[in-house]
């Protein structure tokens, strides 16, 4: 009896897990694809990430806004955005939030990220190094957006560096 029971859980975990695999896999993701600490005092990251769509829909605008409560108090608020050269990038419509959308090409071609592509090289500053923002994904030319999602991003901690002495530090280890 303990062995149907543990092989009737098993099928449901695996069947539960490959639900949820199949309802994000169709939708955009974005993948942090570096970090870098900018300043220590006060402490300021760059977080660098990319886009994946995983999505039948063309990507065309990106909204990163904070968990926060207060954006204008928040650590994790978005102070310099950047991007590559198919993007373009600016602070709000919120506090603390930015945007990112494709630089219209000529009328040949359809903009944005295509169903299956990538983009990388985008980039942002802020004060925290971990932090979760709500992630808005749209389509070309619509106000309202496709897929939203809550993406966290992990910076490592710093390491302040001590001005000191050979001797003084041998001293500590004494």
Same mark, same amino acid.
């Given at each position: 009896?303990?062995? +149907?029971?543990?092989?009737?859980?098993?099928?449901?975990?695996?069947?539960?897990?490959?639900?949820?695999?199949?309802?994000?896999?169709?939708?955009?993701?974005?993948?942090?694809?570096?970090?870098?600490?900018? #300043?220590?005092?006060?402490?300021?990251?760059?977080?660098?990430?990319?886009?994946?769509?995983? #999505?039948?829909?063309?990507?065309?605008?990106?909204?990163?806004?904070?968990?926060?409560?207060?954006?204008?108090?928040?650590?994790?608020?978005? +102070?310099?955005?950047?991007?590559?050269?198919?993007?373009?990038? #600016?602070?709000?419509?919120?506090?603390?939030?930015?945007?990112?959308?494709?630089a219209i090409p000529g009328e040949e071609e359809i903009p944005?990220?295509?169903?299956?592509?990538?983009?990388?090289?985008?980039?942002?500053?802020?004060?925290?190094?971990?932090?979760?923002?709500?992630? +808005?994904?749209?389509?070309?030319?619509?106000?309202?957006?496709?897929?939203?999602?809550?993406?966290?991003?992990?910076?490592?901690?710093?390491?302040?560096?001590?001005?000191?002495?050979?001797?003084?530090?041998?001293?500590?280890?004494?």
């Amino acid at each position: 009896m303990k062995l +149907n029971t543990l092989a009737t859980t098993m099928l449901l975990i695996g069947v539960s897990m490959g639900l949820s695999a199949a309802a994000t896999a169709g939708q955009p993701q974005i993948v942090q694809t570096d970090c870098d600490t900018l #300043s220590t005092d006060p402490h300021l990251v760059q977080i660098e990430f990319a886009l994946i769509n995983n #999505s039948s829909l063309h990507v065309c605008q990106i909204d990163l806004t904070p968990l926060g409560d207060t954006p204008w108090e928040d650590p994790c608020a978005i +102070n310099q955005c950047g991007s590559s050269p198919e993007w373009e990038c #600016s602070l709000g419509p919120v506090g603390g939030a930015a945007r990112w959308h494709v630089a219209i090409p000529g009328e040949e071609e359809i903009p944005g990220v295509p169903p299956g592509g990538q983009s990388t090289g985008l980039t942002f500053t802020e004060g925290e190094g971990t932090c979760c923002y709500w992630a +808005n994904y749209y389509t070309c030319g619509t106000p309202e957006p496709f897929h939203t999602e809550v993406v966290c991003f992990e910076c490592d901690q710093f390491v302040q560096v001590q001005a000191g002495t050979w001797g003084a530090l041998k001293a500590i280890y004494r």
